[in-house]
């Protein structure tokens, strides 16, 4: 194992410090805490607060998405490990300016038991919390981590979503109401060509061979649906999304958020390649492209690979949330 780190049992530690310091203008680490939350407070009086989290080895979710137009904070638990209910609380209560506080939740059991936990402890406090879980993924149900789908790459939309909402003054019954409405369309797929090294682990997650890559590999690490040998960008779109397609429905003329997100080690080179290609095939599908992002939003260490999310446009305001100015580190 090669990685630039010092004793790994503080890794997280030492990466949130580095965070904070590095990027004060945007974060503050609550004392006693792995939980960050804006360092412009005024920025979220009289609005509701949306917090997010998860294991770490995400960078830079979620932290990277904590500002004015996304998150109000986020928590990181240990590496690919839920945080704690008592970081959530915290965050949870930096977070809530007398509006309530939204959260924002992969599907994973141990995020979903510690941030319920968490929501139980603020209500004794009267600070109303609703929640969305993300299940996005749609390569395999009921993985090592997860009851259902599991939560991946297309988070990154729903913070964007709910945060601009908030942003804008929307009241939290309004923000639950739209992300339960928003979740079902947002979907993603991945493909990897090499695992992931936990750092106190000292080895990766899985193997392959040079030559090899899984379709579905989860941001864990989790197994996919098939292994085979290594294709053209062109036949790896054109798996994904015929996985994609059949899981929306695609029909000519449906408008669509693209999200082609790197797992760490890929380069953007690669990234802008995939793209243009999933582009293309769109195209083909005669269907609308209304926004795209490429880029490394919701990593999995230094795995190679790429997931491939869609967002299907249903309500032209969605359109407008994804345009709307954020100023945070990632976005």
Same mark, same amino acid.
């Given at each position: ?6 004793? $790994? ?5 030492? %990466? ?10 945007? #974060? ?42 996304? #998150? ?12 704690? $209910? ?44 609703? %929640?969305?879980?993300? /299940? /996005? ?6 993985? #090592? ?12 939309? %729903? ?24 979740? *079902? ?13 936990? *750092?106190?682990?000292?080895? *990766? ?53 693209? #999200? ?6 890929? $380069? ?11 582009? /293309? ?21 230094? %795995? ?28």
């Amino acid at each position: 194992m090669k990685k630039i780190i010092n004793d $790994p049992k503080n890794v997280v530690n030492e %990466m949130v410090s580095g965070l904070v310091r590095a990027y004060p203008q945007y #974060l503050q680490k609550i004392e006693g805490t792995e939980a960050m939350v804006r360092s412009n407070e005024a920025s979220m009086v009289d609005k509701v607060g949306i917090i997010s989290g998860g294991g770490s080895g995400h960078e830079p979710a979620h932290a990277g998405f904590v500002g004015p137009g996304m #998150l109000s904070g986020a928590v990181a638990g240990q590496v690919f490990t839920s945080p704690t $209910p008592d970081q959530i609380y915290e965050a949870i209560k930096a977070a809530n300016h007398g509006k309530g506080v939204f959260c924002v939740v992969k599907n994973y059991s141990g995020d979903i038991m510690n941030f319920d936990m968490a929501k139980e402890l603020a209500e004794i406090d009267d600070i109303e919390v609703k %929640m969305v879980v993300v /299940d /996005d993924d749609i390569a395999v149900e009921d993985s #090592l981590y997860t009851q259902g789908k599991r939560g991946v790459a297309g988070t990154i939309f %729903m913070h964007k979503i709910v945060g601009a909402a908030a942003d804008q003054g929307a009241t939290l019954a309004e923000i639950d109401a739209l992300a339960q409405k928003v979740m *079902p369309n947002i979907k993603t797929i991945a493909v990897a060509l090499s695992g992931a090294t936990v *750092p106190e682990v000292g080895k *990766p997650g899985f193997e392959l061979a040079d030559d090899e890559i899984e379709y579905g590999v989860g941001i864990h690490g989790e197994p996919g649906y098939r292994r085979e040998k290594l294709k053209p960008s062109k036949e790896l779109v054109q798996e994904l999304l015929s996985k994609l397609k059949d899981a929306f429905g695609m029909k000519p003329n449906d408008k669509y958020a693209v #999200l082609v997100n790197g797992m760490g080690a890929t $380069p953007l080179m690669e990234q802008y390649v995939f793209m243009n290609d999933t582009l /293309d095939q769109l195209t083909d599908e005669k269907v609308e492209v209304a926004f795209t992002k490429v880029g490394n939003y919701m990593t999995s260490l230094e %795995m190679a690979g790429i997931s491939l999310t869609l967002f299907k446009i249903e309500d032209d305001e969605w359109l407008s949330y994804l345009n709307y100015t954020v100023d945070t580190i990632a976005w």
